[in-house]
């Protein structure tokens, strides 16, 4: 966005900030002791300081900070932005995609309008001790309304996680987890306890999905074991083996193939076919197979995958987290295919996952930025193979100009910026894709990722 086209409400908030001297961290940390938490996390004074940033260029009016943010300039908030008028105040809450809280808030309200309970307006403070207090309220008696309210959440999490950057999604997740936490501590006699593990157990995956896209690969692992405690406390084996799949995913960009591919295998052991979790293991299990120069393997994989597909039942999600890209080919066939040296095969497979999966009617939707990056970004290499220089280049600008770089993205981005130079070195093309891989690289965790995070190449 221009200087010209920023609202006077994003200057005003720089120049408040700069008169004072604050760098944007400052700011974060006395907007966070503004609202009673006075030892935030490191973690979340960075989400808070690059919001600080997105309000700044005009990207995004934080109404839900503008109490805070009035006090601590020693403003009135109607003095600081632009009233809202009611009119709008309903689509906003419900349609600002960047407003993740907006649509949390919206949600528990028609949790609390079900169970009878008043939903009260809350003071504004960070989104995590919003969800805190909202979820203190869901507590009580009201134990299996409460499993099933937490239900709803996962449902709501598994899909902005695939189209918010992971760290905006981590905290409020950790949040609804650490409540997950508490309440199975006081419900052992309650018939609900197994709900309860396996609602726990489904937020802690999440949370492993989160730490993996971020490129903590340590904290992903950890999440991953919990959840399969929670999947055998509660005797419910896809669980377990949706964790399976993130490990084996996490071994596949980090280049070890013949782990992931073990990995694969062992989930689809754990969940039977006709689960959507045993066909993404089988798929996953044949692009690592392609890593690993398995050929025989890569194609009996393949053909069970597309088995266990055709043993999908009718209506599985084809967006969020626990989803599967239903196309002519099974989930990663483009890349097999590339790894496997068929490059010409993984143009043409790839154009097809883009056109059927990622319609524009989807992207405009936000629900697979990530997806949609990394297949735009076999794309890029496919074309690079078979030297199409241009072709390569334009599917890896498009795939670094979305808002959510995760780490298996910038792992390929990473794979294409080698694969250019060595095929196309002195071309201004693969000069002007490293500059903007070079750019994204350095972008700050969550919106992005630092460059210590991307070090892993699959080969």
């Known amino acids: 966005m221009n200087e010209s086209d920023r609202p006077a409400w994003a200057i005003r908030l720089e120049f408040e900030r700069d008169q004072r001297g604050w760098g944007k961290w400052d700011m974060a940390r006395r907007l966070f002791a503004g609202v009673g938490i006075t030892h935030p996390e490191t973690k979340q004074v960075k989400a808070l300081a690059r919001q600080i940033s997105r309000w700044e260029a005009g990207l995004h009016c934080p109404r839900h900070w503008a109490v805070a943010i009035a006090a601590l300039f020693g403003v009135a908030p109607d003095d600081l932005f632009p009233p809202l008028p009611d009119s709008a105040r309903s689509a906003t809450q419900h349609s600002d995609p960047d407003d993740d809280w907006g649509r949390v808030s919206e949600l528990l309200r028609r949790v609390f309008l079900k169970q009878g309970i008043a939903f009260t307006a809350l003071p504004i403070m960070g989104q995590g001790h919003r969800v805190v ?53 006081r419900s052992d006699s309650s018939p609900r306890t197994a709900d309860l593990a396996l609602a726990a157990g489904w937020l802690s995956h ?45 071994a596949f960009y980090q280049g070890h193939s013949q782990h992931s591919a073990s990995l694969a295998a062992r989930g689809q052991q754990i969940a039977p076919m006709g689960t959507v979790v045993h066909a993404k293991l089988a798929s996953q299990e044949m692009r690592a197979a392609a890593m690993a120069g398995a050929d025989d393997r890569m194609a009996r994989a393949r053909r069970h995958a597309a088995a266990a597909i055709s043993a999908l039942p009718d209506g599985i999600p084809e967006a969020g987290a626990f989803s599967i890209a239903l196309a002519e080919d099974p989930p990663y066939t483009a890349t097999s295919l590339l790894l496997a040296g068929h490059s010409r095969e993984a143009v043409a497979a790839t154009g097809r996952v883009i056109s059927t999966v990622y319609r524009p009617e989807a992207r405009q939707r936000g629900e697979h930025p990530s997806g949609y990056a990394r297949s735009l970004l076999i794309l890029g290499l496919a074309h690079a193979e078979v030297r199409q220089l241009d072709e390569a280049v334009a599917a890896g600008h498009d795939a670094l100009a979305g808002s959510r770089p995760a780490w298996p993205t910038m792992v390929l981005a990473k794979r294409l910026d080698r694969v250019l130079a060595e095929n196309f070195a002195g071309a201004r093309q693969t000069a002007d894709y490293h500059a903007r891989y070079l750019e994204v690289s350095a972008l700050p965790a969550g919106g992005g990722l630092p460059p210590a995070a991307i070090d892993e190449d699959p080969g």
Do not use: F
């Open 133 to 185: 207090q909202a979820m203190e309220i869901l507590g009580g008696d009201h134990l299996s309304g409460v499993v099933n309210n937490l239900g709803e959440l996962i449902d709501h999490y598994a899909m902005t996680i695939c189209a918010l950057p992971p760290a905006e999604v981590s905290d409020e997740l950790l949040t609804v987890r650490s409540y997950a936490k508490e309440l199975h501590g």
């Open 206 to 250: 999440l949370l492993a999905v989160a730490a993996c896209d971020m490129g903590e690969h340590a904290a992903a692992r950890l999440w991953c074991s919990d959840a399969e405690r929670r999947s055998e406390e509660a005797r419910y084996p896809d669980l377990a083996a949706w964790s399976v799949l993130t490990r084996a995913m996490i």
